[in-house]
């Protein structure tokens, strides 16, 4: 097994070193002692390896043997407004957060249409403001133990801090929307969300991942979502960042009794992207739902990982992932539901489906079910094909061509997944994207 020294953390030691000369005062607050921490476990764990049970399937050492530079300060490097424009989404007329490098870019980002008593601001002004309440919820539901949460957690700075008070309903969906502006050196962006969604509130967010130019990254975002009692929130994740970049996320969500929280997760972009999503039922009565798209071409490796953890009873989750692969790329899917003793009258589906488009992709796909209880409805399963030749000599017949009868039924697959996002102005522009590669040949290899 390799260790930390191995895999060459020289560069995470020094620019720590050399950021802290530069806080000043900030170098004794309870959150950069918080920072130091994760520092420190994560130079003693090291990045993970394949003998690593939970990434088995996952060969990080790409980033490990990458030198990274930490983007430390806001450097917006010329970047012209239509640079920002090309990445919204028209019609998504709610509050906008943009991010460059990990860094909050108040130039670029829109509060105009804040709902009233709603909070939505960087991290990093959250912390000055009320720091004591921000670091009673940062950092509750993920473990430090985790090393990307730990490299996460000492090189944060920034991040978009959202918070909606109780009763609040919360007509339009907030965007945030994180750019890498690449420079010579690979470099380091660490993006910390954290939302509080209050008591019989209603949320839309909308979390997106570009790059602006070539160069190699990797971007290691931690996001933390807490649920009140009857809360109903929609998360939605898209990362569509260069063939360089490497990108790991990890999404972690607490419910409590009666709130509904669905999660959907689409991954376009990368050259290795981990997505980390796991939801604790915490109260009785709450409904999770789970879905994921990941497209991989080339040489992509796209690994999902889920955990539903059922803790409390009369509680149902709703899991569909699926993958569409092509190329040389691999797909990784790992999904665990756990159903604690106590959580009598669960009802649990979890479904991933699987389409390979070329000889030489691959998938590794591992539900997995743990249960504790004895009152409960759990289903899981998985497959993993190609096109259907039946189905392909149906619409010839009919004198389809066959590229663009191949492009008919790779949509109809994705689709399943685009639909159930109910962000209008998100799922058109989905929707949009994947046709057009399509057209270009980029998912089928036409």
């Not at 070329?358 to 743990?370: F, G, Y």
Request: net charge negative; hydrophobic share 40%.
């Amino acid at each position: 097994m390799n260790t930390p020294t191995q895999q060459n953390l020289e560069w995470a030691l020094s620019s720590f070193q050399e950021w802290e000369k530069g806080m000043n005062g900030v170098s004794h607050t309870e959150f950069h002692g918080i920072r130091r921490a994760a520092l420190k476990t994560f130079t003693e764990k090291g990045f993970p390896t394949t003998r690593q049970e939970e990434w088995r399937f996952t060969n990080v050492q790409p980033i490990a043997s990458t030198p990274f530079v930490p983007v430390l300060r806001y450097d917006p490097q010329g970047i012209r407004r239509s640079d920002i424009d090309r990445f919204l989404f028209p019609g998504l007329n709610g509050s906008r957060l943009v991010f460059i490098n990990g860094h909050y870019a108040p130039e670029y980002s829109d509060l105009s249409s804040m709902t009233r008593g709603v909070r939505v601001q960087s991290l990093a002004e959250a912390l000055r403001q009320d720091p004591a309440f921000v670091l009673r919820h940062l950092g509750r539901l993920v473990k430090i133990e985790d090393p990307f949460t730990a490299l996460n957690t000492a090189f944060v700075q920034d991040g978009a801090f959202l918070y909606v008070p109780d009763g609040v309903d919360v007509p339009e969906a907030i965007h945030l929307l994180f750019l890498s502006a690449g420079t010579d050196a690979p470099t380091l962006q660490t993006p910390r969300n954290l939302i509080l969604a209050g008591e019989e509130s209603r949320l839309s967010i909308v979390e997106t991942y570009y790059t602006l130019g070539a160069g190699t990254h990797l971007t290691n975002v931690v996001t933390e979502v807490f649920a009140g009692a009857r809360a109903v929130i929609e998360h939605d994740k898209m990362q569509d960042e260069n063939s360089r970049a490497f990108h790991v996320g990890t999404t972690q969500i607490q419910q409590q009794a009666g709130s509904t929280v669905t999660s959907n997760a689409v991954t376009l972009g990368g050259a290795l992207v981990r997505n980390n999503v796991a939801v604790v039922l915490a109260g009785e009565g709450c409904e999770a739902t789970l879905n994921g798209l990941s497209v991989g071409t080339a040489a992509q490796l796209i690994d999902n990982h889920t955990i539903i953890d059922h803790a409390m009873p009369n509680c149902v989750s709703h899991e569909l992932y699926k993958a569409i692969q092509d190329g040389h790329s691999r797909g990784v899917f790992n999904g665990k539901i756990f159903v604690r003793k106590d959580a009598q009258k669960t009802d649990a589906k979890q479904t991933n489906k699987t389409l390979l488009l070329s000889d030489d992709a691959m998938m590794d796909t591992k539900p997995q079910l743990e249960i504790f209880a004895d009152d409960v409805k759990c289903t899981h399963g998985a497959t993993v094909g190609q096109l259907e030749e039946n189905q392909l000599f149906y619409l010839r017949s009919r004198g389809i061509p066959l590229e663009a009868a191949r492009d008919i039924l790779t949509f109809a697959f994705a689709s399943d997944v685009i639909h159930r996002v109910h962000v209008g102005p998100l799922r058109e522009q989905l929707d949009a994207m994947l046709r057009a590669r399509l057209r270009e040949g980029r998912v089928t290899g036409a």
